[in-house]
């Protein structure tokens, strides 16, 4: 069984900087464009980055030039280097496959900036 298990977030003030790591068991990296997403409170879960196989990357505009999403075939990991963290980037964050797969839906890592 396939199993995305996010880690990396915690509590960061405005402007600083954490990365978040999606590891997976399986063979899911190895075929598919990988994404992180996120769903703050009382708002639909967002595609933020996604990553295909040969590593082309696209973003969300409201994280373009702040994140960074990368991939790690070999460790079966995908990250996100998030910098110039704002407020409204506080959400729980979830890797997926892109696009999502219900039955990929881990419990996600939660983010918070705050001062």
């Known amino acids: 069984q396939v199993q995305l298990l996010e880690s990396g977030g915690g509590l960061v003030q405005p402007g600083g900087s954490l990365r978040l790591s999606c590891a997976a068991s399986?063979?899911?990296?190895?075929?598919?464009?990988m994404g992180w997403y996120r769903q703050a409170p009382g708002k639909q879960r967002e595609l933020v980055a996604g990553?295909?196989?040969?590593?082309?990357?696209n973003y969300a505009d409201s994280v373009k030039g702040r994140f960074t999403i990368s991939r790690d075939n070999a460790k079966n990991t995908v990250y996100l280097q998030m910098n110039s963290l704002k407020p409204e980037d506080t959400a729980v964050y979830y890797c997926?496959?892109?696009?999502?797969?219900?039955?990929?839906w881990g419990q996600g890592t939660q983010v918070t900036v705050s001062s």
């Open positions: 399986g063979y899911i990296f190895s075929i598919n464009t």
């Open positions: 997926n496959t892109v696009p999502a797969q219900n039955r990929y």
């Open positions: 990553i295909s196989i040969l590593r082309n990357t």
